[in-house]
């Protein structure tokens, strides 16, 4: 049973560029979190979606940000125009279902480098 | 909003002694979930061991546990006969008890296994 599958791993983009990170979360899981850390930080949420649905988008940045989590496919966090103060690891997880135990299965995250 | 606090940026142990990692948080809700997290250095984050708020036994997995003190609002980590492979970023989280699992984490505490 394959965990969550984030890719890639690493992505290099210059200033202005276009960043796409992909999320397929674990098989029978329908709800995706994505999460930022900066360096030695802890992780800070961004946005929790559901298939075709955002449901909470409070931890994302109001600009150049934008998550989807269509019915076929991985999840996508994209990311317009990327900045140097973009660089950091983004982490997806996912869980089963609302309300349920309260474990979240994290990726091992996208580490984006901005030149 | 909810805050977790951790003191202590760095931690070191000795192989096969007992190590306390701090945690307090900041929460007005009754029902909530508390989390300690591994982050190694592949950066994948590891569920170590995780706390109901309604449950006043301490939770217990292997050589972890928890000092769980709801009214002082603090989650400490204990960590006994420390081995190399428990070297890692070790992070605190929250999750309140209602809607979904959305986590908050600390700033977390790197600890160091002397061999």
């Known amino acids: 049973n394959a965990g969550v599958m984030q890719n890639p791993r690493h992505l290099v983009r210059r200033r202005g560029q276009e960043a796409r990170l992909r999320c397929s979360p674990m098989k029978g899981h329908s709800h995706v979190y994505w999460y930022r850390q900066l360096p030695e930080e802890g992780l800070k949420f961004m946005v929790y979606l559901q298939k075709e649905n955002i449901i909470d988008e409070s931890g994302m940045p109001k600009e150049r940000f934008s998550a989807e989590f269509p019915k076929e496919g991985p999840s996508i966090l994209r990311i317009q125009q990327v900045v140097r103060g973009d660089s950091a690891a983004y982490f997806c997880?996912?869980?089963?279902?609302?309300?349920?135990?309260?474990?979240?299965?994290f990726g091992e995250g996208s580490r984006l480098t901005v030149l | 909003a909810q805050t977790v606090t951790q003191s202590q940026p760095e931690m070191s142990v000795q192989e096969a002694e007992t190590v306390t990692l701090s945690c307090t948080y900041d929460t007005s809700e009754s029902d909530y979930y508390l989390f300690w997290y591994k982050q190694p250095p592949s950066r994948q984050m590891i569920l170590v061991i995780r706390q109901e708020a309604y449950k006043q036994q301490n939770a217990t997995e292997n050589r972890f546990s928890v000092n769980f003190q709801k009214a002082a609002k603090s989650f400490s980590l204990k960590i006994s006969d420390s081995q190399l492979g428990d070297a890692a970023m070790y992070f605190c989280a929250y999750r309140s008890g209602f809607g979904n699992e959305k986590l908050t984490f600390g700033t977390g505490t790197r600890l160091t296994i002397i061999p």
């Open positions: 997880a996912s869980s089963r279902d609302r309300g349920s135990t309260g474990e979240l299965f």
